[in-house]
Nanobody
Framework: QVQLVESGGGLVQAGGSLRLSCAASGNIFNINFMGWYRQAPGKQRELVASLTSAGSTRYADSVKGRFTISRDNAKNTVYLQMNSLKPEDTAVYYC???????????WGQGTQVTVST
């Protein structure tokens, strides 16, 4: 089992920045995929950014150039740096990890990000 604890969400004005953190604990040795997803009210959940154990990253078109996913192996933590935030970035953000690429098995509890105009 893997436990994920997210933090860093909140309310920010458009153009501002936030950094989300996702601390992992438990059996993390076989984790090959780490992703940040988001779900806005009335919309489907979408993959925002992902990072594999090989170091490959992938971003949704809507956040390219603004968001950066990274990890700190010593802290077992994955980050999502979000810059130039827009109101359309408002959503609940979830951290998810797993052994299979793009098929995470473990999810965090979610953290709310609200971007005001």
């Amino acid at each position: 089992q893997v436990q994920l604890v997210e933090s860093g969400g909140g309310l920010v004005q458009a153009g501002g920045s936030l950094r989300l953190s996702c601390a992992a604990s438990g059996n993390i040795f076989n984790i090959n995929f780490m992703g940040w997803y988001r779900q806005a009210p009335g919309k489907q959940r979408e993959l925002v950014a992902s990072l594999t154990s090989a170091g490959s990253t992938r971003y949704a078109d809507s956040v390219k150039g603004r968001f950066t996913i990274s990890r700190d192996n010593a802290k077992n933590t994955v980050y999502l740096q979000m810059n130039s935030l827009k109101p359309e970035d408002t959503a609940v953000y979830y951290c998810a990890v797993g052994e299979r690429i793009y098929y995470p098995s473990y999810w965090g509890q979610g953290t709310q990000v609200t971007v005001s105009t």
